[in-house]
């Protein structure tokens, strides 16, 4: 890892036509003392000149910029290895093309930095987080709820017993319309990206939830549908059901569906002293009995501060892969953790399927 008086750590990104990569690109700027990129792969030559993603989040950059129009790019893989001495790889690729890619740069000893949900399904995920793992590298992935100050604390709250026995909870998220997001875009192709909302989106309240509740998931229930968009060759909708090894039970639904650019989350988890409950806005409530017999709210109010790209999680995650690789420990979001969310979301697709509650063999 760079220190005070050493040379940035050299990162590579790995693939230019994702959702995310200006965002990430953006986080890793932020570094300039311990990171620096020094080239671009994908595997479209295309990329060579236009360094932009076809659709990209609204809320980050349309485009890597002038800046890395004189970075070496490569269209193959084994040359951004042995040709550019890359410490650190930025992986936003297709969820179909991520695995082989993360496997053949863990064999290269590259630590790694990778968005969710980076395979189209948690079997070739596995095989990819494990090849890291078998190679010592650390890696960190974009379940960056983990990294939110007041998730943090909801967490602590429940890990102390504030919310007594856990019992129920619930997460809701809902995202810019397909129409909004273009029809076209890739995270609609069942070829590159395996599923619709609940891969892209869902995994996030899904991770968030095995984490909070601390309990694997041994049953799931589901319904998805293209309803906003008939068309489609994944879902836009989704409601999931989830019990845990203790006994809770979650709901969760997501959506594209909002008629503009913009996103609405909730979570919460409930128990028989107390819940806590998370929003978009920084901010934790934990609801106890009051003195008065009815309840009572107790507000907790986090300063967050601004940071560019993908945000203050996502710069908290990249400084966690810095000191991961310093300290020689696995980030707070790594590999295993998406496995087991992507373990899930898989029931949760093999319920829809089927008509029938998927039932998991006790670990998430």
Partial sequence: MSAAGSKPLRVGVVGLDHYHVTGWVETVEGFPDKLEIVALYDPDTVQRARRAPRHHDPTLRPALGERYAGLPFTTSLDELIAGHAIDIALVT???????????????AGIH???????????????SAFRAAADAGVRVVVGLTRRYVPAVLAAREAIGVGRLGRLVAAEALL??????????????????????????????????????????????????????????????????ISLRFAGGAIATLGQAYALPARGYRWSLAVRGTHGSVELGLDDDLVIVTAGDDGFVRE????????PAGGY?????????????????GRDPAASGEHLVAALEVVDAAYEAARSGRHVRLGGTA
């Avoid at 945000?311 to 000191?323: T, Y």
């Fill in 311 to 327: 945000g203050a999680a996502g710069r908290a995650a990249v400084a966690d892969l810095l000191a991961a690789i310093a300290e």
């Fill in 174 to 239: 809902t995202a810019s319309s397909v129409a909004v997001r273009d029809p076209a875009n890739a995270l609609f192709d069942p070829d590159l990206s395996g599923g619709g909302v609940v891969s892209w989106l869902g995994v996030h309240d899904v991770d968030a939830l095995l984490w909070l509740v601390g309990e694997p998931v041994v049953e799931v229930a589901a319904m998805t549908g293209a309803v906003g968009d008939p068309s489609l060759g994944v879902e836009d909708v989704a409601s």
């Fill in 298 to 305: 107790e507000r907790r109010r986090f300063t967050v501060e």
């Fill in 112 to 126: 790694q930095i990778v968005d969710k949900p980076a395979a189209l399904d948690h079997r070739a995920a596995r």
């Fill in 93 to 107: 690729l297709p969820n179909r093309d991520a695995p082989a890619a993360i496997e053949r740069l863990a064999r």
